[in-house]
């Protein structure tokens, strides 16, 4: 069993920005891939970007590129997501997210384990 912690939510400004952690514990070496997932209200979960286990290849959503950057420290078992030059339609529970795909962005239906969300609220 592995579980996924998020933190580091919370209110910024437009413009602003956040750093979300994602702590993991349990069986992480059988994940190939760890990333982000976002859910606004009345919409479905969506992709924002991910990492390979290694570090060594990166994916994104366009709506992020040149924004957010993902990184691992392995030795923490922890995922982070730095989010600059955020904007109100970035406002989101964000999901950090688990999978053994390898070599491409993750989809929901990869997904293998979740973490149980972090709420970001973007002002204009």
């Known amino acids: 069993q592995v579980q996924l912690v998020e933190s580091g939510g919370g209110l910024v400004q437009d413009g602003g920005s956040l750093r979300l952690s994602c702590e993991a514990s349990?069986?992480?070496?059988?994940?190939?891939?760890m990333g982000w997932f976002r859910q606004a209200p009345g919409k479905e979960r969506e992709f924002v970007i991910s990492?390979?286990?290694?570090?060594?290849?990166?994916y994104y959503a366009d709506f992020v590129k040149g924004r957010f950057t993902i990184s691992r420290d392995n030795a923490k078992n922890t995922l982070y997501l730095q989010m600059n030059s955020l904007k109100p339609e970035d406002t989101a529970v964000y999901y950090c997210?688990?999978?053994?795909?390898?070599?491409?962005?993750?989809?929901?239906?990869?997904?293998?384990?979740w973490g149980q969300g972090t709420q970001v609220i973007v002002s204009s």
């Open positions: 997210a688990a999978a053994r795909v390898r070599g491409r962005g993750l989809r929901p239906g990869d997904i293998d384990d």
């Open positions: 349990g069986r992480t070496f059988s994940y190939a891939a």
């Open positions: 990492i390979s286990w290694s570090g060594g290849s990166t």
